[in-house]
């Protein structure tokens, strides 16, 4: 995986840009190396939105198409009405997709969050029929834990590919959990997802960090957020000492990891995906990973 292939653009927040700032931002990511696009059935609306925004606007050439990776996510019900792991409702919102982005096939279909109600022999259903069919050529989950993957691993055959997991300097506990492994009393040893990262580097499972620079569960930017004061103090120092941006920073903090994570934004400022593609060319020293893990608010035993 080259540094470039380690951020992926999020098409999030596309639906209501015009098709000019929609092909600006495309362009933009391309010319700084990306080619990894990520989308949801939900986004926009509820009903494909943003997908359909993403075709809209680009028409992508079939030369063009194949020159990049499009994955998409499906099982939250449209309306904040729970969700749906039947092959029915998989299949069908994949095709939705599929129609929505005008493409024959999708380089990643994910399940977006985890449904209590899951019978894993119904998704394997649906993923045998999208793969024989050649709509989807793998899969993922989003938001799983280990026990939710190995339940899903029951019955489907085909690899998980991927589980994008929110990950980053504002939301941490990914990695800070087994940092505090075993310290009684400390809220951060707490293991609230089986062990996520070091079975996802056991089993080959790539892990996509969304919204990198969020604190907590949509609370800000750490960035803007006005209690982080020493974690923006730390990355502006380093960026100063690296000559490069606090965003660029943040980014290769992820990156620096040796899960070789992918970086989702979600951002639509061409500049900023440049700033990210070159923290991804960046790597952080020890001493500056956990300087800025501690300046987090996060605890080294």
Same mark, same amino acid.
């Given at each position: 995986?080259?540094?470039?292939?380690?951020?992926?653009?999020?098409?999030?927040?596309?639906?209501?840009?015009?098709?000019?700032?929609?092909?600006?931002?495309?362009?933009?990511?391309?010319?700084?190396?990306?080619?990894?696009?990520?989308?949801?059935?939900?986004?926009?609306?509820?009903?494909?939105?943003?997908?359909?925004?993403?075709?809209?606007?680009?028409?992508?050439?079939?030369?063009?198409?194949?020159?990049?990776?499009?994955?998409?996510?499906?099982?939250?019900?449209?309306?904040?009405?729970?969700?749906?792991?039947?092959?029915?409702?998989?299949?069908?919102?994949?095709?939705?997709?599929?129609?929505?982005?005008?493409?024959?096939?999708?380089?990643?279909?994910?399940?977006?969050?985890?449904?209590?109600?899951?019978?894993?022999?119904?998704?394997?259903?649906?993923?045998?029929? *999208? $793969? &024989?069919?050649?709509?989807?050529?793998?899969?993922?989950? #989003?938001?799983?834990?280990?026990? =939710?993957?190995? @339940?899903?691993?029951?019955?489907?055959?085909?690899?998980?590919?991927?589980?994008?997991?929110?990950?980053?300097?504002?939301?941490?506990?990914?990695?800070?959990?087994?940092?505090?492994?075993?310290?009684?009393?400390?809220?951060?040893?707490?293991?609230?997802?089986?062990?996520?990262?070091?079975?996802?580097?056991?089993?080959?499972?790539? *892990? $996509? &960090?969304?919204?990198?620079?969020?604190?907590?569960?949509? #609370?800000?930017?750490?960035?803007? =957020?006005?209690? @982080?004061?020493?974690?923006?103090?730390?990355?502006?120092?380093?960026?100063?000492?690296?000559?490069?941006?606090?965003?660029?920073?943040?980014?290769?903090?992820?990156?620096?990891?040796?899960?070789?994570?992918?970086?989702?934004?979600?951002?639509?400022?061409?500049?900023?995906?440049?700033?990210?593609?070159?923290?991804?060319?960046?790597? *952080?020293?020890?001493?500056?990973?956990?300087?800025?893990?501690?300046?987090?608010?996060?605890?080294?035993?």
């Amino acid at each position: 995986m080259s540094e470039a292939a380690r951020i992926a653009l999020g098409m999030m927040r596309i639906e209501n840009l015009s098709d000019g700032e929609i092909r600006d931002l495309y362009a933009g990511a391309r010319e700084a190396g990306v080619t990894h696009f990520d989308h949801a059935d939900i986004y926009g609306g509820g009903e494909h939105g943003c997908e359909r925004r993403f075709n809209e606007a680009l028409q992508l050439s079939p030369a063009e198409r194949e020159q990049v990776v499009l994955q998409t996510k499906c099982g939250i019900r449209s309306g904040g009405r729970g969700f749906d792991f039947s092959a029915q409702y998989i299949v069908r919102r994949a095709e939705e997709s599929l129609e929505a982005l005008g493409t024959e096939y999708l380089d990643v279909l994910m399940l977006h969050r985890p449904d209590t109600l899951v019978e894993p022999e119904e998704v394997a259903s649906a993923f045998s029929q *999208l $793969e &024989a069919a050649g709509k989807v050529r793998s899969f993922g989950v #989003s938001n799983h834990t280990t026990p =939710q993957i190995e @339940l899903l691993k029951t019955a489907v055959t085909q690899p998980i590919a991927v589980n994008q997991v929110q990950f980053g300097l504002g939301h941490a506990a990914l990695v800070a959990q087994g940092i505090a492994a075993n310290m009684e009393g400390l809220k951060q040893s707490a293991v609230r997802d089986g062990g996520l990262l070091e079975y996802a580097r056991i089993n080959g499972i790539t *892990l $996509e &960090a969304w919204s990198p620079f969020q604190r907590g569960f949509f #609370s800000g930017s750490i960035f803007e =957020q006005g209690g @982080l004061r020493e974690l923006q103090a730390v990355l502006a120092r380093i960026a100063t000492e690296r000559g490069t941006t606090p965003t660029a920073i943040a980014t290769a903090w992820i990156t620096r990891h040796p899960a070789r994570m992918r970086v989702v934004l979600g951002t639509t400022r061409v500049s900023r995906v440049g700033e990210a593609v070159a923290g991804a060319q960046l790597v *952080l020293s020890r001493e500056e990973w956990y300087e800025l893990f501690v300046a987090a608010g996060y605890e080294v035993p």
